[in-house]
């Protein structure tokens, strides 16, 4: 099976080289291999030329800073999964489109959120990525997952955890938000999700996170505890208390399509590098 990865560079495309199927012939392309953007780009490349499946991890992420650049984020999150969707018609190809948690919005019911359930995002972010999915369009798989993380395993990119750790290093105490609820999603975990993905048959939205459910700030208390540092060196607050130019979702419980691991125990095996 021929695979283009776009993103490559990512936090989730590098997650995905560790955790490469021996079947797969992956087609690894970074910003400087193509920009995904410009569809003459897109239409032309040789890169894609052959393949069987595009898996598009490459996003505009910066959730705050989308809020002041609407119009990169619409390009990056929401026209370019739109012409690589055109290529892929053209391929013949399966274009596996990941996707967030932030295309919900605000009061959504406080159970697993499923794909059947309405999106509404209140973010310049969620609506970019929102627009993504509806640019994919038939012949794609929507892949929504959140909470994403890889910690040590990949140190290079930041995260939630990495951050908690460089934290509990140089500050004696720290205050997280304890009212947003989600489900921890090791890279690692995700990476294999997105392979099973991309052999299925295209036309889906579904959901891949770890099992399980938590806060911000009881992730926290488990990242100092796994660590050996003291959790009660962690202080809650409300988002009210902890505003952000870009609202969080309250509610990020995704009903998982995927079997991914329990979030404790990707955690543990996250901050000890194993795959």
């Not at 969707?85 to 919005?105: I, M, P």
């Not at 939630?160 to 934290?167: G, I, K, N």
């Not at 329990?262 to 000890?272: D, F, G, I, K, M």
Request: charged share 20%.
């Amino acid at each position: 099976m021929r695979v283009a990865i776009t993103g490559a560079g990512g936090q989730l495309g590098s997650a995905m080289r560790l955790t490469t199927p021996p079947e797969v012939e992956a087609i690894w392309l970074g910003r400087a291999d193509l920009d995904i953007t410009d569809p003459e780009a897109v239409a032309h490349t040789a890169s894609l030329k052959g393949i069987d499946v595009l898996i598009n991890t490459a996003a505009y992420t910066a959730v705050d800073a989308a809020e002041d650049d609407e119009a990169a984020a619409l390009l990056l999150n929401g026209e370019a999964p739109g012409h690589l969707a055109e290529r892929c018609r053209e391929e013949g190809a399966h274009l596996v489109q990941l996707s967030t948690d932030y295309v919900f919005g605000p009061g959504v019911p406080h159970r697993p959120l499923t794909p059947a359930d309405p999106t509404n995002p209140d973010t310049v972010y969620g609506r970019s990525k929102l627009r993504g999915e509806q640019l994919a369009g038939e012949n794609s798989t929507i892949l929504r997952t959140a909470w994403v993380y890889s910690a040590n395993t990949l140190p290079e990119h930041r995260d939630f955890v990495s951050t908690m750790l460089r934290l509990e290093k140089t500050h004696e105490t720290v205050t997280v938000v304890a009212d947003q609820h989600g489900c921890p999603t090791y890279a690692i975990d995700l990476a294999r999700a997105v392979w099973e993905a991309a052999q299925q048959q295209p036309g889906v939205v579904q959901h891949a996170v770890g099992e399980g459910q938590t806060t911000w700030f009881e992730l926290a208390q488990a990242i100092f505890a796994e660590i050996g540092a003291d959790p009660r060196r962690i202080t809650p607050v409300t988002s009210a208390e902890y505003p952000a130019r870009a609202p969080r979702p309250e509610w990020s419980v995704l009903a998982s399509d995927y079997a991914l691991p329990e979030w404790r125990s990707a955690l543990r095996r996250a901050l000890a590098a194993k795959l």
